[in-house]
């Protein structure tokens, strides 16, 4: 959340956040919600290489599910003036007519600049992959990466879990009724994720010094009391 002098209003992207739709909404009633759904395998791509989360699409596609899941129930019980919900994918093919309707939902002025914003030399402070991708211009090509990236077997999994998910958002399915056996459901949940998991976690050194940096914190919180 960015919340500089001046500003007008702000906007908070955390999709986790979305978990705690009901007390947000009850601290800021009139905010306006904008829900950018994306394809769940191109998602669980970029999740799965993540420092955090998931790390077997039988995980990731149950994990997108829930969210989803969470977004209806949030859709349910707002007016339709204050959510407004575009596709990733739409928003990459057609990024002018869609920030143009953003603006109208947020009624503020759309303005061509909006959409320069990697020539901006003081971005937005984030990892160095984003600051990479921000000094580009919006990657159009950035979709579908799942028909080269994700097996068979991935797919079938995904699609076990998540089909009817991705049929009601629009997105093309490629497995003819898929489905995962009790049995490998058992060697998925105790035997392939937990190794990737721990290997994740092994690896993940900004992980570890954030949790340090926390752990210090504590202490001098405890001691200090």
């Not at 955390?14 to 009139?30: C, G, N, Q, V």
């Not at 993540?50 to 149950?62: E, I």
């Not at 407004?84 to 309707?101: P, Q």
């Not at 900004?206 to 752990?215: C, V």
């Amino acid at each position: 959340m960015v919340n500089q002098p001046g500003k007008k209003r702000w906007g908070e992207k955390t999709p986790a956040h979305a978990f705690f739709w009901r007390e947000i909404l009850s601290d800021f009633p009139k905010c306006k919600i904008i829900h950018i759904v994306r394809d769940g395998r191109d998602s669980s791509l970029s999740l799965k290489n993540a420092r955090f989360g998931p790390k077997h699409y039988y995980h990731l596609a149950k994990a997108w599910v829930k969210y989803l899941k969470v977004i209806e129930a949030l859709k349910s019980e707002v007016s339709r003036d204050s959510f407004y919900e575009v596709r990733y994918e739409d928003l990459l093919s057609n990024t002018d007519h869609k920030s143009r309707e953003i603006c109208d939902f947020i009624e503020e002025d759309f303005s061509e600049e909006m959409l320069s914003f990697y020539t901006n030399r003081n971005p937005y402070p984030t990892d160095k992959d984003n600051l990479r991708n921000l000094a580009k211009p919006i990657i159009s090509s950035n979709s579908n990466k799942w028909k080269s990236s994700m097996s068979p077997r991935d797919l079938r999994i995904f699609e076990s879990v998540a089909g009817p998910y991705l049929e009601a958002y629009g997105y093309e399915t490629v497995m003819s009724h898929p489905n995962i056996s009790s049995i490998e459901e058992v060697l998925i949940k105790y035997f392939e994720h937990p190794p990737k998991k721990i290997l994740s976690m092994i690896k993940n050194r900004k992980g570890h010094i954030d949790g340090l940096r926390r752990l210090a914190i504590y202490t001098r919180l405890v001691i200090t009391q």
